[in-house]
């Protein structure tokens, strides 16, 4: 999946002479953590997100301190050094930059123009998605050796007993890098048979567990 399908394309935005008081407001009505700072041809200059906001301001307590704070400009605690996307960028590349710089959202430019923004909720909300975890289905875990083919044995006996794969994720075992596990979701709330088969066909089942034994 590219960024241009799961992105927000509806974006609120604020100038660097907004004050911080109006980032406060806008992201309390809102309800958002993230705010992009843009110029009048709609560039990027600069990001602020809650956490600066709190950091700039003191106290509630400090009802003085306070005021001032919340009238100086946005300028003045935006950050300018911000790693940005493109709209044709894959999903999985954008959560690997979050992850990696311990980010909570990205910009995504196109042209050098501010087109939408992704955030840690935006790719779990796509995670859950992907993975069909929001539907009604149950979880098989097998464990394969890293050959070529593999995948298509396993898929294969769910093609033979006609039953709906939601979706596929393949990850390294970690305890053998020889093998990989094999996670399918699929469409039935008693995968028993399906774990039968896999068995007879010589599978190693990790999960689920057979209540039988």
């Not at 990001?47 to 306070?66: G, H, K, N």
């Not at 898929?155 to 020889?178: C, G, H, M, Q, W």
Request: with cysteine; glycine share 4%.
């Amino acid at each position: 999946m590219i960024v241009e399908e799961m992105m927000k394309k509806e974006i609120f935005t604020l100038t660097e002479n907004h004050l911080i008081a109006d980032a406060l407001q806008l992201m309390r009505d809102q309800k958002i953590r993230h705010l992009p700072i843009i110029d009048e041809a709609n560039h990027l200059i600069g990001l602020v997100t809650d956490r600066d906001i709190r950091d700039a301001t003191p106290s509630i307590l400090d009802t003085v301190q306070l005021k001032e704070g919340l009238s100086q400009p946005i300028k003045r605690i935006m950050k300018t050094d911000i790693i940005s996307g493109h709209p044709l960028d894959f999903v999985e590349d954008i959560a690997a930059t979050l992850y990696e710089h311990r980010i909570g959202c990205m910009p995504i430019l196109n042209d050098n123009q501010l087109v939408g923004i992704v955030t840690q909720t935006d790719l779990l909300h796509t995670y859950v998605e992907l993975t069909g975890a929001h539907q009604p289905g149950s979880q098989i875990e097998v464990r394969v050796p890293n050959r070529t083919g593999k995948l298509f044995e396993v898929t294969s006996v769910f093609r033979n007993l006609k039953a709906n794969i939601l979706s596929v994720l393949v990850y390294p075992d970690k305890e053998d890098s020889n093998y990989k596990i094999i996670v399918l979701r699929v469409q039935t709330m008693n995968p028993l048979s399906l774990v039968d088969k896999l068995r007879d066909e010589g599978h190693s089942v990790l999960w689920p567990i057979d209540p039988r034994k």
